[in-house]
């Protein structure tokens, strides 16, 4: 597609179910990055993948968070057991390039509430 | 580990105002910089990207400059609107095969009328 594509824009979930979180990268950009953004917060890394290598989960804050990304292509995040401190707007990007080099496009967030 | 600095956090500027943005980075070991517009609620919007190589990037009323060995860079808005009132955020991509982009805590601009 054109842009970095993200579903659903709002969640609202209540404490203790698992919820999923989708992003559709633009065609053929092989690095994804999920990022989190707390109210008033800066951008918080979550977790990348570069094309086939073995993503980077350094930044996932616990084991309920996992992420997997299909084919190189679309990527779900997947929060189990949710708290309400896992309320963000979680924000997915992809590049072309495994440097950078063109740049990265966002997609708008999916906006998380844990009730 | 690198670190992204802006300051200050938040800037009250009057309508037509040339105004500056800073960020700075503790490890000039990078491969771009990349300034980023969010407004509240919304997702990011990529406004200028900068590689090491270069030193600075124009698009309309808004200019980059970059410094790598200083780890400074500049966003420079011209005559500025208060369609321009967001936050700013800057970012920067390692060199490490994989180095994260990594983010400043941004700038809240707001333009006043």
């Known amino acids: 597609g054109a842009g970095v594509s993200q579903s659903p824009s709002n969640k609202v979930t209540e404490k203790g179910k698992d919820v999923e979180l989708r992003c559709d990268p633009i065609?053929?950009?092989?690095?994804l990055y999920w990022y989190r953004q707390s109210l008033g917060q800066g951008l918080e890394f979550l977790i990348y993948?570069?094309?086939?290598?073995?993503?980077?989960k350094s930044g996932l804050p616990s084991d309920r968070f996992s992420a997997e990304r299909t084919g190189g292509s679309v990527s779900t995040l997947t929060i189990q057991r949710t708290q309400q401190e896992d309320s963000a707007v979680y924000l997915c990007a992809s590049s072309s390039h495994k440097t950078g080099l063109g740049g990265y496009t966002f997609g708008s967030g999916t906006r998380l509430t844990v009730v | 580990k690198q670190e992204v600095t802006q300051i200050p956090a938040a800037l009250s500027v009057p309508e037509g105002e040339n105004l500056v943005l800073n960020c700075s980075f503790t490890?000039?070991?990078?491969?771009?910089l990349q300034w980023f517009r969010q407004d509240p609620g919304k997702g990011l919007t990529s406004l200028l990207l900068i590689q090491s190589s270069q030193r600075e990037q124009t698009s309309g009323r808004l200019n980059a400059s970059l410094d790598k060995s200083s780890g400074r860079s500049t966003l420079y808005i011209a005559a500025s609107q208060p369609g321009d009132s967001a936050t700013y955020l800057c970012a920067v991509r390692g060199t490490g095969a994989n180095s994260k982009l990594t983010f400043g805590k941004g700038i809240t601009l707001s333009v006043r009328p």
């Open positions: 065609s053929g950009h092989t690095a």
């Open positions: 993948f570069q094309g086939n290598s073995a993503p980077d």
């Open positions: 490890d000039s070991a990078i491969y771009n």
